[in-house]
């Protein structure tokens, strides 16, 4: 199995090997953020440059911390203060970075396809950091990441997706790689937050939070975006935490060893109680340190595929 | 790939890894502060035959470490085909020790010039010593071996292989060429 992308845009355009040859690579780089000197020169020379057209704290610290792991000198631009804000396009602001003679953009976008298409505009790498309500590649490789860590495999497993599936691209990102590896996924969320026709994808729906948790080996707890409420489509705040909340009580009718992930920010008592964001299930901060081992093996990969073709 | 010579069979193996065991012994006098880093994956194998046969010959255990160089090699730029990156696993302090490095074949040195910069991450060892089962010449840096279990004088269009039981079918060397 090689990798011959030069683009990591999507759970949905990868084969079970190119995922499975993602999360093999980084276990071996997991080893590098253990070291004394926690730096490897694999990509020295090479320039990365987040473009993050979204504010983003974790994924954005996170592809820094990978890049520079790896030796690569990274940029960060803040498009508050660029000339986005003078109008550019998106494919100019990509192709100017080209001329800088970068090699990676990593970028987070609002509109669900822009990375798709910077990507076919320029020759350089690209990495999408989450594009609307599309894909978030990486969060998903690391949310699988940390299944089989912890649980040995990924097929067969009963995972089960909390929150607002419909504007969530980090569920997306996860039912195409969970389904791909063989799991089977069930989406639990209010009705007016799934999707139509989501079972098409090969997933299982529901609204019983706790029918749910009677078999789910792993919950992946999505963060319910308040700040983009538009009104009338999101439930109260209260009504969602007693309806679908992860709280102690829910848990102990669960499987005892059940995983509670959570990609962050967490919203304590809405999503779940803090008892159990801290408690003895929760996997939490070791997906945010699995991200960097996971981010680390898709630059690492990317740029390979750019050199065989050059 | 044409077999050209059978250089080595399982017994020659064996003896020159048990000579090799006894050198490391006698140069370092003894086994303090001794520890054994073989390169992947053929070197760790290697490694792990090396702290068997000291164990056998001072009764002593020592510690054995895999180390992946893809990370360091100096032509991942130009490499044709994708290496595939693999663990390390040094769950020791390399710092103040006499460390053995392994592997199969020493040939243009490069990879034992990114394996030293590996270990220079992982600390300072008192001293690198290099031990390898096959010599076969055409060196492009200033590197030698410590402890060489056969001498092959090659040409650069033969290939030496390598296969031990831990990874191929059984133990032995050969010398190939391409048909």
């Known amino acids: 199995m090689s990798w011959t992308k030069k683009d990591l845009l999507g759970l949905e355009y990868l084969t079970q090997g190119e995922i499975e040859l993602i999360l093999e690579t980084a276990e071996s780089f997991k080893e590098v953020s253990t070291r004394e000197i926690k730096k490897v020169p694999a990509l020295r020379g090479k320039t990365a440059v987040n473009l993050f057209y979204e504010p983003s704290t974790r994924t954005r610290v996170s592809f820094e911390v990978a890049a520079k792991r790896l030796s690569a000198d990274v940029i960060n631009i803040a498009t508050e203060t660029s000339s986005v804000r003078k109008g550019e396009t998106l494919i100019d602001t990509g192709k100017n970075i080209q001329a800088l003679k970068a090699d990676i953009i990593i970028m987070r976008h609002n509109c669900s396809g822009a990375a798709n298409m910077l990507a076919r505009a320029l020759d350089i790498s690209v990495i999408n950091a989450g594009d609307g309500w599309h894909e978030h590649p990486t969060q998903a490789l690391l949310d699988i990441f940390t299944l089989k860590e912890k649980l040995g495999k990924i097929k067969g497993l009963n995972v089960a997706i909390v929150g607002d599936i419909a504007h969530s691209r980090v569920a997306r990102s996860n039912i195409w790689g969970l389904v791909k590896l063989g799991a089977n996924v069930t989406v639990c969320a209010p009705e007016m937050l799934l999707p139509t026709e989501i079972e098409r994808t090969g997933v299982k729906t529901s609204s019983n939070i706790d029918e749910v948790l009677k078999n789910a080996d792993a919950i992946n707890v999505l963060r319910m975006q308040f700040e983009r409420d538009e009104g009338a489509a999101f439930p109260e705040q209260l009504d969602y935490y007693k309806r679908f909340g992860i709280t102690e009580e829910r848990l102990a009718k669960a499987k005892k060893n059940i995983l509670v992930m959570h990609p962050g920010p967490i919203n304590r008592g809405i999503e779940m109680s803090s008892g159990v964001a801290d408690g003895k299930n929760s996997v939490i901060l070791e997906q945010v340190t699995n991200g960097i081992a996971v981010r680390m093996a898709v630059l690492f990969l990317v740029s390979q595929a750019r050199e065989d073709k050059g | ?179």
């Open chain 2, 1 to 179: 790939m044409k077999e050209k010579a059978k250089i080595l069979d399982k017994e020659a193996i064996n003896r020159s890894v048990m000579r090799i065991a006894h050198e490391i012994i006698e140069k370092n006098k003894g086994t303090a502060d001794l520890c054994i880093v073989g390169i992947r994956n053929r070197g760790v194998y290697i490694a792990q035959r090396l702290a068997e046969c000291i164990k056998k010959i001072e009764g002593k255990d020592i510690a054995v470490g895999a180390l992946d160089i893809t990370l360091y090699r100096d032509d991942l730029a130009l490499a044709s085909g994708q290496p595939l990156v693999r663990k390390t696993e040094i769950d020791f302090d390399i710092n103040d020790k006499k460390l053995v490095l392994v592997d199969d074949v020493l040939y243009t040195g490069r990879t034992i010039r990114a394996a030293l910069d590996a270990l220079i991450d992982f600390g300072r060892p008192k001293s690198i010593q290099l031990a390898v089962l096959i010599d076969r010449g055409h060196r492009e840096l200033p590197i030698r071996a410590d402890f060489v279990g056969k001498n092959i004088p090659t040409s650069k269009q033969e290939t030496v292989e390598v296969h031990l039981e831990e990874s191929d079918a059984s133990d032995v060397v050969l010398i190939t060429e391409k048909e």
